[in-house]
């Protein structure tokens, strides 16, 4: 589950958990006869009754809430990053995969070994692996390209050449 989806349901359960509480709460205090405390219901009862379906206020709340809905809907469906990535079999009939994390692991290792790597970081996602090496070096050279066949040579000892593109960017800075 993506940041954003986390992010959206935490605000709609919180919502929806707060909205309940007041409903209990004004459904209460109508049952015992008292003034509503939030929501003035009786009001809006009244202005609700004047409505139809023709009003412009009843179809614009009414179009709100189906884009509100789409836009809910839209990063729900969107396919996240894989949890493992399917390796190709070495027995016909056994099928094996390979945690993302483990993938990324591997070739942050094939990554920083060429000289001149300080560091990298790894993303694999479902067609290709992003790598970033950082370099102490003023002058990279052919540094990008080293990395690039290092994780490449990696990739297709796991037969994953086929099915993901490294994308390697090297990036210079301060050594300490």
Same mark, same amino acid.
């Given at each position: 589950?993506?940041?954003?989806? /986390? #992010?959206?349901?935490?605000?709609?359960?919180?919502?929806?958990? #707060?909205?309940?509480? #007041?409903?209990?709460?004004?459904?209460?205090?109508?049952?015992?006869?008292?003034?509503?405390?939030?929501?003035?219901?009786?009001?809006?009862?009244?202005?609700?009754a004047g409505r139809t379906?023709?009003?412009?206020?009843? /179809?614009?709340?009414?179009?709100?809430?189906?884009?509100?809905?789409?836009?809910?809907?839209?990063?729900?469906?969107? $396919?996240?990053?894989?949890?493992?990535?399917?390796?190709?079999?070495?027995?016909?009939?056994?099928?094996?995969?390979?945690?993302?994390?483990?993938?990324? $692991?591997? #070739?942050?290792?094939?990554?920083?070994?060429?000289?001149?790597?300080? !560091?990298?970081?790894? &993303?694999?996602?479902? &067609?290709?692996?992003?790598?970033?090496?950082?370099?102490?070096? /003023? !002058?990279?050279?052919?540094?990008?390209?080293?990395?690039?066949?290092?994780?490449?040579?990696?990739?297709?000892?796991?037969?994953?050449?086929?099915?993901? &593109?490294?994308?390697?960017?090297?990036?210079?800075?301060?050594? &300490?």
């Amino acid at each position: 589950m993506t940041v954003l989806n /986390r #992010l959206l349901a935490t605000v709609l359960a919180l919502a929806l958990l #707060l909205g309940g509480l #007041l409903a209990v709460a004004e459904i209460v205090l109508a049952a015992l006869g008292q003034e509503p405390w939030l929501v003035p219901h009786p009001d809006w009862t009244a202005w609700l009754a004047g409505r139809t379906l023709r009003s412009a206020v009843v /179809r614009a709340a009414l179009a709100g809430a189906v884009v509100l809905g789409l836009v809910l809907l839209v990063p729900a469906l969107r $396919r996240g990053r894989p949890g493992a990535l399917p390796l190709p079999p070495r027995v016909p009939s056994v099928r094996t995969t390979a945690s993302r994390k483990g993938i990324e $692991r591997t #070739l942050r290792a094939a990554a920083t070994r060429p000289d001149g790597v300080r !560091d990298a970081t790894v &993303r694999a996602r479902r &067609r290709t692996v992003r790598v970033r090496a950082a370099t102490a070096l /003023r !002058d990279p050279g052919d540094l990008q390209s080293r990395v690039t066949g290092a994780v490449t040579e990696r990739l297709e000892e796991l037969g994953l050449s086929g099915t993901l &593109r490294p994308r390697v960017t090297v990036s210079t800075g301060a050594g &300490r």
